[in-house]
């Protein structure tokens, strides 16, 4: 059985940082690109970052580029995304996912292309 599971969210004000963790089980790890994305109230889904393991490979959105950086442990399938100055446009569940594909991460960051999901936590940044 397919599982993801994040965990770190919190509140947090302005400035501070949040690492949030996705532990992956049931499937290859390294043959997966695993990817955080984020949903604020009547906002659409959008993804934040991706990283492929087997080869470090990432994607980040324009909005937290230089901020957020993933990485991933591939002895204990699990991703990390450290959020640094984090601000209160950041305020919102943060999920994880998976999809196992060879292209590049820039081409499949996006919510709708993601085969497994993880639940999600919840990111309230103040201000």
């Known amino acids: 059985e397919v599982q993801l599971q994040a965990s770190g969210g919190g509140l947090v004000q302005a400035g501070g940082s949040l690492r949030l963790s996705c532990a992956a089980s049931g499937f290859t790890f390294g043959d997966y690109a695993i990817g955080w994305f984020r949903q604020a109230p009547g906002k659409e889904r959008e993804g934040v970052s991706c990283?492929?393991?087997?080869?470090?490979?990432?994607y980040y959105a324009d909005s937290v580029k230089g901020r957020f950086a993933t990485s991933s442990d591939i002895a204990k399938n699990t991703v990390y995304l450290q959020m640094n100055n984090l601000k209160p446009e950041d305020t919102a569940v943060y999920y994880c996912a998976a999809i196992r594909s060879e292209y590049d991460t820039h081409l499949i960051c996006h919510y709708y292309l993601m085969r497994y999901w993880g639940n999600g936590t919840q990111v309230t940044v103040s201000s």
């Open positions: 990283i492929k393991s087997r080869d470090g490979s990432t």
